[in-house]
């Protein structure tokens, strides 16, 4: 006679509570992970989709009316949903279109938390507040042009992102002199990939994009990693041992890189939606103008907007984005 044999009730009960246990702690990871990168794809292809139609029109520039009385409050405001209406839709295959006073019937949400998921901030709603630096005016030049304050429109696209516009009518043709980054904004997209639905958060669900240069213009989207680099560091150096600015962003994960000068221009621009620019002012970016110990990069300043060149073994901030 052979003896039968197999598993209790009470060994069975124990290896699916065990089961349970580890399915509770792995499995909300595992959906984070797909959510992460089913958006981070959204990104890129909404980026790819707003660059292409953006570059198929003549001028970014001078859409809409905006006046101001003397005391600087503005009297008639259509530039950023003229710019959707009379530009963009005619490039851009967009579902509806909502005015400045009506942000959240496009799917724009009252609030979203910051990068850092520290804070959680009304969404801006003019450009004033989108970054109050945008129109401090320090430093600008005859031919900088200036920065209108302007309250934002939205639109819906046909693949169910909601998109704020923040639109600068008065934006730059300028590529090639330093001075300040707000003026050569002239759109300016505050993304929702999947509406007014949780998490809400920048970096997740929440991003986004930089049109740049009324002529030629440039349309970046960086996707900024959550935090700076530990230290300061120069951009270039030939000092063994020492860590360069690029160098950084690679130790800090293979799927980093520093900015280029138009990238940390979008950073700065939207910083208070990172909560970035406040522990330092000056960030490299990965736009280097000459080579060598002694050759020159741009640097973003984020305490009043400008971008000057520098020495490459100058030593400042470090924040990366995601490539």
Same mark, same amino acid.
């Given at each position: 006679?052979?003896?039968?044999?197999?598993?209790?009730?009470?060994?069975?009960?124990?290896?699916?509570?065990?089961?349970?246990?580890?399915?509770?702690?792995?499995?909300?990871?595992? +959906?984070?992970? =797909?959510? @992460?990168?089913?958006?981070?794809?959204?990104? !890129?292809? /909404?980026? %790819?989709? #707003?660059?292409?139609?953006?570059?198929?029109?003549?001028?970014?520039?001078?859409?809409?009316?905006?006046?101001?009385?003397?005391?600087?409050?503005?009297?008639?405001?259509?530039?950023?949903?003229?710019?959707?209406?009379?530009?963009?839709?005619?490039?851009?295959?967009?579902?509806?279109?909502?005015?400045?006073?009506?942000?959240?019937?496009?799917?724009?949400?009252?609030?979203?938390?910051? +990068?850092?998921? =520290?804070? @959680?901030?009304?969404?801006?709603?003019?450009? !004033?507040? /989108?970054? %109050?630096? #945008?129109?401090?005016?320090?430093?600008?030049?005859?031919?900088?042009?200036?920065?209108?304050?302007?309250?934002?429109?939205?639109?819906?696209?046909?693949?169910?992102?909601?998109?704020?516009?923040?639109?600068?009518?008065?934006?730059?043709?300028?590529?090639?002199?330093?001075?300040?980054?707000?003026?050569?904004?002239?759109?300016?997209?505050?993304?929702?990939?999947?509406?007014?639905?949780?998490?809400?958060? =920048?970096?997740?669900?929440?991003?986004?994009?930089?049109?740049?240069?009324?002529?030629?213009?440039?349309?970046?989207?960086?996707?900024?990693?959550?935090?700076?680099?530990?230290?300061?560091?120069?951009?270039?150096?030939?000092?063994?041992?020492?860590?360069?600015?690029?160098?950084?962003?690679?130790?800090?994960?293979?799927?980093?890189?520093?900015?280029?000068?138009?990238?940390?221009?979008?950073?700065?621009?939207?910083?208070?939606?990172?909560?970035?620019?406040?522990?330092?002012?000056?960030?490299?970016?990965?736009?280097?103008?000459?080579?060598?110990?002694?050759?020159?990069?741009?640097?973003?300043?984020?305490?009043?907007?400008?971008?000057?060149?520098?020495?490459?073994?100058?030593?400042?901030?470090?924040?990366?984005?995601?490539?």
């Amino acid at each position: 006679m052979k003896k039968k044999t197999g598993f209790t009730l009470a060994e069975i009960l124990i290896t699916l509570a065990i089961i349970g246990i580890v399915a509770a702690i792995t499995l909300p990871s595992l +959906l984070v992970n =797909v959510n @992460e990168k089913a958006w981070d794809a959204q990104k !890129k292809a /909404l980026h %790819a989709r #707003l660059a292409q139609a953006i570059g198929q029109m003549n001028t970014l520039g001078g859409y809409g009316t905006y006046t101001e009385d003397e005391e600087g409050t503005a009297t008639e405001d259509t530039a950023a949903e003229s710019f959707i209406l009379d530009a963009l839709s005619k490039v851009y295959k967009i579902n509806n279109v909502c005015g400045p006073d009506k942000l959240s019937s496009c799917g724009i949400p009252s609030k979203i938390t910051t +990068l850092d998921a =520290v804070s @959680e901030i009304n969404f801006p709603t003019k450009m !004033k507040e /989108l970054n %109050a630096k #945008l129109l401090n005016g320090l430093h600008y030049t005859s031919e900088d042009g200036d920065v209108a304050d302007t309250k934002a429109a939205a639109f819906e696209t046909v693949n169910g992102e909601s998109v704020a516009v923040f639109y600068n009518p008065l934006c730059s043709s300028d590529t090639t002199t330093s001075h300040h980054a707000q003026n050569k904004m002239c759109a300016n997209f505050i993304y929702d990939l999947n509406g007014s639905e949780g998490p809400n958060q =920048v970096g997740k669900d929440v991003g986004f994009i930089t049109a740049f240069y009324n002529k030629n213009p440039v349309v970046v989207a960086p996707i900024p990693y959550d935090s700076d680099y530990t230290s300061t560091a120069k951009q270039y150096t030939e000092t063994k041992g020492e860590i360069d600015a690029p160098t950084a962003c690679e130790l800090m994960g293979e799927d980093l890189r520093l900015p280029d000068r138009d990238e940390i221009a979008s950073l700065f621009i939207n910083s208070p939606l990172i909560n970035l620019g406040e522990s330092s002012s000056l960030y490299w970016s990965g736009s280097v103008i000459s080579l060598g110990t002694s050759g020159l990069a741009w640097v973003q300043v984020f305490s009043n907007g400008n971008r000057p060149e520098a020495t490459r073994s100058g030593t400042f901030s470090v924040r990366c984005v995601r490539r």
